[in-house]
């Protein structure tokens, strides 16, 4: 099963910019991919969505996130702007539908 690997979290200000990586360990070419999170005492929830000619978005996130993939490096990235104290969160990629085994994620925090 190809294992995941999350990067690129951290602390930012409210209105800040932080760039998600996700480097899978085999090819994620034939799978649409996602980005998933899952904030303090809620429930796990897609937040952009990747397949080969579309993406998607939560409400929440539309027009300040933008999901990418890179499919020759088995990549795929989320670029956030304009972040929020509500985006705070762990952030997880995942194929879509989500295969059974999760990666450790790596954490946002929007706070001043």
């Known amino acids: 099963q190809v294992r995941l690997v999350e990067s690129g979290g951290g602390l930012v200000q409210p209105g800040g910019s932080l760039r998600l990586s996700c480097a899978a360990s085999?090819?994620?070419?034939?799978?649409?991919m996602a980005w998933y999170r899952q904030a303090p005492g809620k429930e796990r929830e897609l937040v952009a969505l990747i397949g080969y000619l579309f993406t998607r978005y939560a409400d929440s996130v539309k027009g300040r996130f933008t999901i990418s993939r890179d499919n020759a490096k088995n990549t795929v990235n989320l670029q956030m702007n304009s972040l929020k104290p509500e985006d705070t969160a762990v952030y997880y990629c995942n194929g879509n539908p989500p295969w059974s085994s999760w990666g450790q994620g790596t954490l946002v925090t929007v706070s001043s």
């Open positions: 085999g090819s994620i070419a034939s799978n649409a």
